[in-house]
């Protein structure tokens, strides 16, 4: 197990800096740097305006120095630049370059300057991070219960009209993507248009202060995409299970159908579901995003369309890491519950 | 004039859309009749699920080829802007309407004056022109590498696996936000990824008709050269746009797809190959190990010839169904594009952007992002329906 485990451990390792130097990369190719250049200073900055500054604030240095400086493995540049003034990677407001420390990467936990946010990467992440958590959270609040009770009634009795019934309706919200289903919702329930106005069309009040008001359409909209496809997860698994022996043999002794359900099937039929909830994770992170740009809700999502937007190099990075190790997680965590739910399999 | 009633409007949409009825009805009682000849197409007919699904999906494509090949159904130029018409509701009367033209505008305006009705329709000719094409270069990409990861195994498996697997961590949006966007066309980098990723179908029939007509070296010789000539030179001219990165075959370049185009095609089939790969992986592992493979192995064939004609065919089922499903995601990520701004232009009728175009005013006016939205929604819906409806009937035999 412990091998095993390790073994994941370093391929995800090796994932997220793979992908965080494809991210790298692309960021920072002459016409990414020339935009972010532009986005900093102003638009109308001639060729050799942006060649300047993008000189003097290291943009220019070989890939890989620049690369090992945001790691933390190579010494941040110090950079007298065009204009006179002495710039360092790792200066802080207030600092003189004698005092900076040599290195500032992500291995010193240092995630850089966002040059859209005009402020250190890191406090931005934790302030957005724990907004997207708090919307997560009541994601996965709603819609894992609701999508294991929908599959469980519907599996139950394969073929039944409650089956029929819900199955359509597990259908119907996975083909509908986040950013029709919250159009949808919006104009049903907020607009003057249809004149209910039961509840709020943005969620920015819900940054500080969530009610249902404001917080149950950008929950209600993740929350049903996801569901439907777990359901009907669940609903196979579930009518699989109702047609094994076993089943079979608790109903000829003569208990009771909700007994057998409650106590003989459920566990069986969850091992399916559990894996796909837990791999649902970046499907859900696409959701938080679209969402959370309609509702204007400013977490993560949020501000990784300003980031991009922008090319703040910096904060594209961490954002990506995160996302990765988030999905990556993730997936360990739904290999080993698989194993803990299954004694039939064994890892190797 | 007056406005119409609802009544009216629903009307006049379908007196619009008659085409499209009289193809849908031709084509099911064909279909019907001779269902018992037709294989797996015919028995979609025994499901009452996969029917519906099948008009759903059969509405949208012949709507979308009569408004793009004939100019039918469409009352309205798409782009054209009508003053006075901006955010009107639905069945508002054109004003200055000459002769000839559509007197009304069957679901309003929206916020640039342009008629809803006719952008919903010619938003889905795009998707309908281009959702399939993109999700079958997926599977040529998908299942050329799939085949060989989970016939060879061994180290092309680990390596390719860790390639699906390092794209599939990727959140689509950061993906798409890090692909799709002019800075990155400059550079050339998806014009690359287009060379690598459509070589795959050249490759792909390439080998198909190299292992069916090996045994008869002329009749190979001559389709071979024929295909690699015609795909090749689409190919070429695909890969090939004056003044971009590649023009070193402006001289016998055919045609020149719009640079935004390509390049949400291409980043929405580099999204869905690792998924097809997975899948095809999966299939060929499992199917490598039965009797007829080993028996193909004793009678000496090629490894290709196993892949392509012995273990592919008996895929082909869940491949079906899942190329269904696909579209469908195909569908939903174009709006997600189109939704955010990127790749497309701005004017282009595609959904996700109408859907964004509407969102402005959609607690004043909500039809402009409603109906595309519907529209959307229904057709993903009709492939899901579809998909399940193939996938029942081809458990059932």
Request: aromatic share 12%.
């Amino acid at each position: 197990m412990l091998q095993f485990f390790l073994r994941r451990l370093a391929v995800m390792i090796v994932t997220a800096f793979t992908l965080s130097l494809i991210v790298f990369f692309i960021t920072n190719m002459y016409p990414n740097l020339e935009k972010s250049a532009k986005n900093d200073g102003n638009f109308r900055m001639g060729d050799d305006a942006v060649l300047s500054y993008l000189t003097n604030r290291g943009y220019l240095q070989p890939f890989y120095i620049k690369y090992g400086q945001w790691l933390g493995v190579l010494p941040g540049y110090v950079i007298k630049g065009s204009d006179e003034k002495t710039r360092s990677r790792c200066q802080v407001l207030g600092m003189t370059v004698e005092d900076t420390p040599k290195y500032c990467g992500i291995i010193q936990g240092n995630w850089g300057y966002s040059s859209m946010f005009k402020e250190r990467v890191g406090p931005i992440l934790a302030t957005r991070l724990g907004l997207t958590g708090k919307l997560m959270l009541c994601v996965m609040l709603l819609m894992i219960p609701a999508s294991l009770v929908l599959g469980i009634l519907a599996g139950m009795r394969e073929g039944s009209k409650t089956d029929r019934g819900l199955s359509a309706f597990a259908i119907t919200t996975t083909a509908t993507p986040e950013y029709v289903s919250s159009i949808i919702f919006i104009a049903i329930f907020t607009s003057s248009a249809v004149g209910l106005k039961w509840l709020k069309g943005t969620a920015t009040g819900a940054m500080e202060d969530a009610t249902i008001d404001n917080f149950l359409l950008p929950v209600l909209t993740i929350a049903l995409y996801g569901m439907g496809y777990i359901a009907r997860m669940t609903r196979a698994s579930m009518a699989e299970v109702m047609t094994s022996q076993y089943i079979r043999t608790a109903r000829l002794k003569g208990i009771t159908f909700y007994r057998i359900v409650i106590k003989h099937a459920l566990r069986n039929a969850l091992i399916a579901p559990f894996t796909v909830i837990m791999l649902q994770f970046p499907w859900l992170l696409n959701g938080v995003v679209i969402v959370e740009t309609i509702f204007n809700y400013k977490g993560i999502g949020w501000v990784l369309v300003q980031a991009a937007g922008s090319n703040d190099i910096e904060m594209l990075l961490a954002v990506s890491v995160i996302s990765v190790f988030v999905v990556l997680v993730t997936q360990l965590i739904s290999d080993i519950g698989y194993v803990y739910l299954n004694p039939r399999i064994k890892v190797t | 004039m007056q406005s119409l009633a609802w009544i009216e409007i629903i009307g006049g949409i379908s007196f619009q859309l008659l085409p499209v009825w009289i193809a849908l009805i031709l084509t099911f009682g064909f279909s019907i009749y001779y269902k018992r000849r037709l294989g797996l197409y015919g028995k979609l007919f025994d499901s009452t699920i996969g029917m519906i699904g099948f008009a759903i999906v059969m509405f949208w494509v012949f709507s979308g080829i009569f408004a793009g090949i004939f100019d039918w159904i469409i009352t309205h130029d798409p782009l054209h802007q009508v003053s006075g018409m901006k955010n009107k509701l639905p069945g508002t009367p054109m004003r200055g309407a000459e002769e000839g033209e559509y007197p009304y505008y069957l679901f309003g305006g929206d916020h640039l004056a342009r008629d809803v009705f006719s952008r919903m329709i010619a938003g889905g000719t795009v998707v309908i022109l281009i959702a399939p094409l993109a999700t079958l270069f997926s599977f040529m990409v998908g299942i050329t590498l799939g085949l060989s990861a989970g016939y060879y195994g061994k180290r092309l498996d680990t390596n390719l696996s860790f390639l699906a697997n390092l794209i599939l961590a990727f959140p689509v949006i950061l993906l798409f936000y890090l692909l799709v966007t002019p800075e990155i066309r400059a550079t050339g980098l998806p014009q690359y990824l287009t060379v690598v990723l459509f070589a795959f179908p050249l490759i792909f029939i390439a080998v198909l008709i190299n292992t069916r007509f090996q045994t008869t070296p002329t009749a190979r010789n001559i389709y071979l050269t024929l295909a690699l000539f015609i795909v090749g030179w689409a190919y070429i001219s695909v890969i090939n746009q004056p003044e971009s990165k590649i023009t070193l075959f402006n001289s016998i370049d055919l045609f020149d797809i719009d640079g935004g185009l390509l390049t949400v095609f291409v980043s929405v089939v580099f999204v869905n190959s690792p998924t097809v790969f997975r899948i095809v992986r999966g299939l060929t592992m499992d199917i490598k190990t039965r009797d007829y493979v080993a028996a193909a192995q004793t009678r000496g064939e090629g490894a290709w010839y196993i892949m392509l004609w012995e273990i592919l065919p008996n895929a082909r089922g869940p491949l079906i169904v899942d190329f269904c499903l696909r579209i469908g995601y195909t569908t939903i990520l174009f709006g997600t594009l189109g939704f955010f701004g990127l790749g497309l232009e701005p004017e282009s009728p595609n959904w996700g952007a109408t859907i964004n175009g509407g969102r402005k005013l959609l607690l004043m006016y909500p039809t402009p992002a409603l109906v595309p939205s519907f529209a959307l929604m229904s057709l993903v819906l009709g492939l899901n329906l579809l998909a399940d409806g193939l996938r029942e009937e081809s458990l059932r035999d």
